[in-house]
C-alpha cells in the first residue's frame, strides 16, 4: 500500500472515530442525576424569588 | 409559539451533548459528569448573559469549558485513567483488515493538548464550524482552524506509529499461523 493511499485510510479512521467518541456519549441515556438537578435549581428558585442573587461567577 | 418563554427550558435539550463533549475533554466518565454538573449550575445562575435566539449549546459549551480550565484539568491529572483501562481491557485483538483500533484512536487522542482535542472534537465530531467553535473558545477562526489541522496531523502521526506496530504484529501471528499449518502438514 502506498503511503498516500495508508494515509487517507487513516484520515478517514480518523474522523470517524472521532464521531464515535462523541457519539458514543451522546447517544447515551442521559442520567436521571441532571434532570433532577434541573429540577431543583427550578424549584429553588421559586422558592427564593423574594430575594434575587446576583452570581456572576 | 409560547411567548416569554424561558431559555432554561432547553437547556434539557443539550443535556446529552454536554455530556459527550465533557467526556472528550476529560476522558473520564465520573469526572465529565461532575463537570457537567457544575456547569449546570452556573448555567442557570447566569443565563442572562444567555441571549435568547443565539447558539444556545456554544454557550453551554463555553461554560462547560470554563468550568474544565479553571476546575477540573488538574483533578484529570490526578485521576487514573480507569476508563482508558477498562477500555484497553474489553478491546478486541487487532483486525487483519488494517482497520484502526479505537483503542489506539483513544490513546493518540488523550495525548493531543486540551486545546487542540476540544477544537478537533468541536469541528470534527460535535457539527460546530469554525466560527461557532472559535467563538466557544474564545478565541479567533484561524486560531481554531490552525488547532485542527495540527490537532488531525498530530493524531496521523501518532497513529502511524501505532499502525506499524499492529502490522508488525499481525505479520507475526501470520507468520506463526503459517509455519503451525505446515508442522499439521
Known amino acids: 500500500m502506498t503511503q498516500d493511499r495508508r494515509n487517507s485510510n487513516l484520515e478517514e479512521a480518523i474522523e470517524a472515530n472521532l464521531k464515535r467518541v462523541y457519539e458514543d456519549v451522546a447517544n447515551q441515556d442521559v442520567p436521571d442525576r441532571f434532570k433532577d438537578l ?16 446576583n452570581n456572576d461567577g | ?7 432554561r427550558d432547553e437547556v434539557v435539550e443539550h443535556l446529552s451533548a454536554m455530556r459527550a463533549f465533557a467526556m472528550s475533554l476529560t476522558r473520564n466518565s465520573a469526572l465529565a459528569d461532575d463537570m457537567v454538573q457544575d456547569a449546570l449550575v452556573k448555567a442557570w445562575s447566569k443565563i442572562d448573559s444567555y441571549q435568547p435566539g443565539t447558539n444556545m449549546r456554544a454557550w453551554l459549551f463555553t461554560i462547560l469549558r470554563n468550568t474544565y480550565y479553571s476546575h477540573h484539568r488538574k483533578a484529570r491529572r490526578e485521576v487514573a485513567d480507569v476508563d482508558g483501562e477498562m477500555a484497553a481491557a474489553l478491546s478486541q485483538k487487532p483486525d487483519h483488515d488494517g482497520r484502526l483500533q479505537m483503542r489506539d484512536f483513544n490513546h493518540a487522542f488523550e495525548q493531543l493538548k486540551d486545546e487542540q482535542r476540544e477544537a478537533l472534537i468541536l469541528v470534527g465530531a460535535g457539527g460546530f464550524s469554525y466560527e461557532e467553535a472559535a467563538q466557544t473558545c474564545g478565541v479567533a477562526i484561524g486560531t481554531i482552524k490552525s488547532r485542527v489541522n495540527r490537532a488531525r496531523k498530530q493524531l496521523v502521526e501518532l497513529l502511524q506509529m501505532s499502525d506499524d506496530e499492529v502490522l508488525e504484529a499481525t505479520d507475526v501471528v501470520t507468520t506463526t499461523i503459517v ?6 502438514a
Open chain 1, 38 to 53: 434541573l429540577n431543583k435549581l427550578r424549584e429553588s428558585e421559586q422558592t427564593e424569588k423574594t430575594e434575587p442573587e
Open chain 2, 1 to 7: 409559539m409560547a411567548e416569554h418563554s424561558d431559555p
Open chain 2, 179 to 184: 509455519s503451525d499449518n505446515k508442522n499439521v
